[in-house]
């Protein structure tokens, strides 16, 4: 086996940084390619896995390989404090663009219209994984696969399709956008195939957006209050979806993952 911190940096400037063992764990059980995978603790990072991630445990087992403290923090910004990290292969982009591209689709694309948090993108991209969407999907100028983007989601990003689109490369499909000037979404019915956009918590939607969709939601919310958290109004569409318009099987029901 080759040098741990030789294949890192062979690597490094073109894969993604999965930063934690959670990370590791959901990006290998949605089919990532990991060429290195390093630990403070070997056993203890095996223990983790006995116990959150049985299904993954002989993989973790063959790929990680214990290094030294002072090798670990030199190669991630914020040391995690299970103290693994690994890197993964980038999914092809053409791969993702025709899985965006393809109909009929049994759930939706979420879109985030000039996105500025990188906590708040990755929370997204957690919770559309867990709600079994197509895709998602940013505008403007944030990389969704900044390395904080994938710290916020988990690992998550190997369980959907994750691009940067400009608005009029958007996938076909009706357009339902977010906004405090449309009709309650409590009395509309999100199909399969929907494009559900949500604008920036401090901009809104960009007129590009605004302009191109069919439909203008709003969500419940109490007057005075200014907005909800970008990844709490993704999390009420996503879950009215699935209630009322989720083909069967779409979103299965599931515990919080650990």
Do not use: C
């Amino acid at each position: 086996m080759s040098d741990p911190l030789s294949r890192w940096r062979e690597h490094a400037d073109t894969a993604v940084l999965l930063d934690g063992f959670h990370a590791l764990k959901h990006a290998l059980r949605f089919g990532a390619e990991v060429p290195v995978a390093v630990t403070t603790d070997r056993r203890a990072a095996l223990a983790l896995a006995e116990e959150l991630a049985g299904d993954v445990r002989d993989t973790l087992d063959a790929l990680l390989v214990e290094v030294p403290g002072q090798a670990y923090t030199s190669l991630v910004p914020r040391p995690h404090p299970t103290g693994v990290a690994a890197l993964a292969l980038r999914p092809s982009r053409e791969a993702g663009l025709r899985a965006l591209a393809r109909t009929p689709r049994t759930a939706p694309v979420v879109v985030l219209d000039n996105p500025r948090n990188l906590g708040n993108a990755g929370a997204v991209i957690r919770l559309a994984a867990g709600f079994g969407a197509t895709g998602v999907v940013t505008t403007g100028t944030l990389d969704p696969w900044h390395p904080t983007v994938v710290r916020g989601g988990a690992g998550l990003h190997f369980a959907t399709v994750v691009e940067r689109l400009g608005v009029d490369e958007l996938p076909a499909g009706p357009l339902f956008a977010l906004d405090p000037e449309g009709e309650d979404i409590r009395g509309t019915k999100l199909p399969d195939d929907a494009v559900l956009a949500f604008g920036s918590e401090r901009s809104g939607l960009s007129p590009e957006l605004r302009a191109r969709a069919d439909h203008l939601l709003r969500l419940p919310m109490r007057p005075q209050v200014s907005s909800y958290n970008l990844a709490t109004s993704v999390a009420m569409t996503l879950y009215h979806w699935s209630a009322t318009g989720a083909a069967p099987g779409a979103a299965p029901g599931a515990a919080p993952t650990a």
